[in-house]
């Protein structure tokens, strides 16, 4: 849900944090050693140093400036277009888009506990037969009211496959309430989202509480009649993942040896990362799926004060629940796309 396994990491550190904080070193230097007084290099140096310094959310303040930056020199409009093509859905959004979608009926929430136990396991059946494809698939499932107000789940997909029974192939599902069919325009501001219809703020769950994940799902589903529950997952290809999985291994158990041998301590939590790494390298090599896994909650609302309120409840709701939520400023329009079904630009 957080940083990726296989980001590469020195010494325990983000690469570009390292290095910036080299090059901080490296000016700092090269300041000292020369005659002279150079206040631009010794600024230089302490601006590198805050860069590379962690910010909020668990990103570097680098990052936290490059996204700002990227937001500013964007523009506020775009469309996304949504239409319905023989038994796709296709979205027009960063490129076309056609994704399958499948309707499922259930009793108030699907919850994947006692009765759902059946279901769970032939969609991961579903998400393996993908993987040994060896094509990228993308999957999502999305929970939210309809206009009747009742709950309804829909698994969207980006491979034509045999769903399992329990769904019902409907491309007309897949339309997000959020959205018409049609051309539509997304107003972006730096911590929400206009359309023709509501204003949306869309969140990102960092990471859940240990044994506490159905009773933050449950919680935050209190709320279904104007939130967007959609939880997203990349299926990486068996081939690709097996690499993955061994190159995320041999990379923080080198970190490992590197940082013992320069004198640093290896934490507890790091020593455990390392042991579900090595499981889960074990569970791909015996033909389990790969899944990149991602969970965004769209809050909406019809005015920006009722928006503001509905957000500040559904980060309290989390909080108690034990989930970690990124609120995605200056990354709105972007992280609306990477929920709708297929995970546009994912």
């Known amino acids: 849900m957080g940083d990726a396994d296989a980001a590469v990491r020195w010494y325990g550190l983000a690469r570009h944090r390292l290095l910036l904080a080299a090059a901080s070193l490296g000016a700092l230097v090269d300041a000292a050693a020369r005659a002279g007084t150079r206040w631009w290099e010794w600024l230089g140096a ?18 936290l400036v490059v996204t700002e930056l990227r937001f500013l020199l964007r523009r506020r409009l775009s469309w996304v277009t949504v239409a319905i093509e023989s038994d796709a859905l296709v979205l027009a959004s960063r490129g076309a888009h056609r994704v399958w979608t499948f309707d499922f009926s259930h009793r108030g929430r699907l919850d994947l506990a006692g009765h759902d136990l059946g279901l769970a396991r032939r969609l ?11 094509v990228d698939a993308h999957v999502a499932l999305h929970v939210e009211a309809r206009g009747d107000a009742t709950v309804a789940t829909v698994l969207s997909t980006t491979s034509p496959v045999a769903a399992p029974p329990e769904w019902r192939r409907d491309p007309d599902a897949g339309i997000p309430r959020t959205l018409r069919t049609g051309h539509n325009v997304l107003l972006e501001r730096r911590g929400y989202l206009r359309t023709h219809d509501h204003v949306l703020r869309t969140l990102r769950v960092n990471s859940f509480a240990s044994g506490r994940e159905a009773s933050a799902l449950a919680t935050l589903s209190e709320g279904v009649s104007w939130l967007t529950l959609s939880v997203h997952a990349s299926v990486v290809p068996a081939t690709r993942a097996r690499r993955m999985t061994s190159r995320a291994v041999h990379r923080v158990d080198s970190d490992a040896h590197q940082s013992r041998g320069a004198g640093f301590r290896w934490s507890a939590r790091r020593e455990w990362e390392l042991a579900v790494l090595r499981q889960r390298e074990q569970s791909v090599a015996a033909g389990a799926a790969l899944c990149q896994w991602a969970l965004y909650i769209v809050v909406r609302a019809s005015s920006l004060g009722q928006l503001r309120g509905r957000v500040s409840d ?3 709701l989390s909080r108690a629940a034990g989930l970690r939520l990124d609120q995605g400023a200056a990354r709105q329009r972007e992280w609306f796309e990477f929920q709708l079904p297929g995970g546009p630009g994912w």
Do not use: K, N
């Open 124 to 134: 991961s059946q579903m998400v393996e037969a993908m993987a040994t494809t060896g």
């Open 314 to 316: 559904v980060v309290a």
């Open 46 to 63: 302490l601006l590198l140093a805050g860069l590379a310094a962690p910010g909020p959310d668990d990103r570097s303040w680098g990052e």
